[in-house]
């Protein structure tokens, strides 16, 4: 029983940038890497960037240098700071987690509903 809710989703214009932050309540023990994923139309879901409990990072090459992911582990919540944002950034953003239940210590991914980033004129 884990719930990942996102926000900061919307219209941007070319070169203009967003936040999205994720948070993960529920019966948690501990998360092991939570990380951003997007799909477009038509296309399939890629990763566009991870972090693990210990900091590491990865990034698509397509927004190396655009997009910064970041994390409260305390708060169990991760960030993607999105810079410099182009048209084929269009996608819908998902949330996922790699969590460990409580009391069962079952290892699962748990995903988001899903954002919309739209980057148009």
């Known amino acids: 029983q884990v719930q990942l809710v996102e926000s900061g989703g919307g219209l941007v214009q070319p070169g203009g940038s967003l936040r999205l932050s994720c948070a993960a309540s529920?019966?948690?023990?501990?998360?092991?890497?939570m990380g951003w994923y997007r799909q477009a139309p038509g296309k399939e879901r890629e990763l566009v960037a991870g972090i693990t409990g210990g900091g590491s990072t990865n990034y698509a090459d397509s927004v190396k240098g655009r997009f910064t992911i970041s994390r409260d582990n305390a708060k169990n919540t991760v960030f993607l700071q999105m810079n410099s944002l182009k048209p084929e950034d269009t996608a819908v953003y998902y949330c996922?987690?790699?969590?460990?239940?409580?009391?069962?210590?079952?290892?699962?991914?748990?995903w988001g509903q899903g954002t919309q980033v739209t980057v148009s004129s």
């Open positions: 529920g019966s948690i023990f501990s998360i092991s890497a």
């Open positions: 996922n987690a790699r969590v460990v239940v409580t009391s069962t210590y079952w290892r699962n991914d748990y």
